[in-house]
Each structure stands twice: as structure tokens, then as C-alpha cells.
């Protein structure tokens, strides 16, 4: 891995006014944040990263501090992270590198497969045991069953599409092709491909999943369980904070977090 993040200290960011209003408050929108760091490393040039995404390089391996662009959204905490690379990798992205499961989410995705065994009819319900670890099937969660194919032109098959154009026994439509999908997961010719259904926002918990599938004649298939999944609400940022006390005793201030 080319990012260095040992020996990079007091990683500190503070958000810069966009400017000042006659009554001495300041505006903060768009928003930006100057970031300082401690670093003893030589020779080596450093990269911030915001919510795991490139946002700049420094000019030289002196540079300690850098002023970048943050999100403007209030609802999650913004990650920044400092990391050092080699001088001619400087303007490098290593977006790529940096561990994804670093970030929180309150939602979860399922993801379903989809191939050409499926009927044209066929519908899926969402099922889950709320944290408690026993799934409801009686209670989807999602309010209308999910079509897996939206369009009679995204399923192959005989007849579907202009006739001797497609692989054995299959006409080809708007189906995944072969190489295009899921390889091996689909049937003679064509691959299979993915349906996503994102939850609402969830409590921090661990939970499972199940999906279950319905063909056009009524016929319901054995319900498909996730393993267990475990979401993490993001911490929501501080909007303001000020000196509730001052303890003389420990010599410590004690915050009011608003």
C-alpha cells in the first residue's frame, strides 16, 4: 500500500468562514476546513482525504497544513485522514485503498440475483427480524412487491425478441449478455445480474435479512436469509458547544454540546 499513515500525529481540522457578516458572525456555507498535522517523516509528501475521497496533495514534504472542501451536509460526521507517500506519487489518487468499512451507514443494501429461471411475473418481498433475531415473514418491508423484471424486455427467451437472433432456445432482448453480468450464474448464453433495495435509515443494532419470491402463479419460494449485518448510525456533528463549568479540582472544563 502506498499510503503511510504511521508516524503522522495531532491530525486537527478547523472549519473557515466563508465570511463575515456586519454583526461579527460568519457565514459557513460552502464549507471549508483548514487541516494541520504533526509529522517527523522526511522525504515524503502528504495527501488529505475527506469521507475516503482525494482532496489534495501537499507542494512539498515541508507542508503540515492544507485547506480543503467538506460536505456541506449536517447529518453525518465528516472523516478527514492524513496520510504520507513517496514524492513521486504525490498527485497519485489512492481513493481506491482506503477501507470502505471506515465509513457508518444507517441503511443496509440486499442484493438479489437475478437470471433468466425467473418468469416474467415474478416479484420479491423484504423481510427482517428487526434487530431481534427472528425474522418476521409475515411483515415485508417493503410497501409493493419488487418486480424482478420491470420490462417483458428485460427477460431472454423464445419468442421474447427477434427470433433466431438469440443463443439456443433463447432469443436475445434487453437481457444481460454473455461477459456482461454475473458470469456463470445465469443460463446458456446470458449472465445473470443484480436487483438492489436499500432499507430506510435503521437503530444501531445487528440484523438479519430474508428474501422470499413470488411467480406470477402465486407459488412462494423458501425464503433466503442474510447472514447477520451490523449498523452502525453515524455520529451526528456538534452544532455548538460552549463552558458549562470549570472544575478547579481536576482543572478540567466541562462542555455543553448543543
Known amino acids: 500500500m ?3 499513515s504511521s508516524g503522522i500525529e495531532g491530525v486537527r481540522a ?18 471549508i476546513a483548514l487541516v494541520k498535522w504533526h509529522s517527523h517523516l522526511t522525504n515524503m509528501f502528504y495527501q488529505v482525504y475527506v469521507n475516503g475521497l ?17 460536505p456541506t451536509c449536517l447529518e453525518t460526521a465528516v472523516r478527514i485522514e492524513v496520510f504520507a507517500v513517496e514524492a513521486e506519487q504525490a498527485n497519485t489518487d489512492f481513493s481506491n485503498e482506503i477501507e470502505s468499512s471506515i465509513g457508518q451507514s444507517d441503511r443496509v443494501e440486499i442484493s438479489m440475483l437475478r437470471d433468466q429461471n425467473l418468469s ?9 427480524d428487526g434487530g431481534s433475531g427472528e425474522i418476521d415473514h409475515n411483515s415485508p418491508l417493503n410497501h409493493s412487491p ?3 423484471w420491470p420490462d417483458w ?14 443463443d439456443f ?3 436475445g432482448s434487453a437481457a444481460v449478455g454473455f461477459g456482461k453480468g454475473i458470469f456463470g450464474r445465469g443460463q446458456f448464453g446470458f449472465d445473470a445480474d443484480v436487483l438492489e433495495w436499500t432499507s430506510s435509515p435503521l437503530e444501531t443494532g445487528i440484523y438479519k435479512f430474508a428474501v422470499k419470491v413470488t411467480d406470477e402463479a402465486g407459488s412462494e419460494s423458501v425464503a433466503s436469509e442474510t447472514g447477520q449485518l451490523t449498523v452502525i448510525t453515524a455520529a451526528r456533528p456538534a452544532e455548538g458547544m460552549s463552558i458549562a463549568s470549570f472544575d478547579k479540582q481536576g482543572n478540567q472544563l466541562v462542555l455543553s454540546i448543543s
Not at 54 to 70: E, H, P, W
Request: proline share 4%; net charge positive.
Open 2 to 4: 502506498a499510503l503511510v
Open 14 to 31: 478547523f472549519e473557515l468562514p466563508a465570511g463575515i457578516w456586519p454583526d461579527g458572525s460568519y457565514a459557513g456555507c460552502p464549507r
Open 54 to 70: 482525494y482532496a489534495g496533495s501537499t507542494l512539498d514534504g515541508q507542508q503540515r497544513q492544507m485547506i480543503v472542501q467538506i
Open 120 to 128: 416474467i411475473g415474478a416479484t420479491a418481498q423484504i423481510f427482517s
Open 146 to 148: 419488487v418486480k424482478v
Open 153 to 166: 424486455k428485460d427477460k431472454a427467451g423464445f419468442g421474447m425478441s427477434r427470433f433466431g437472433t438469440g
Open 169 to 171: 432456445g433463447f432469443d
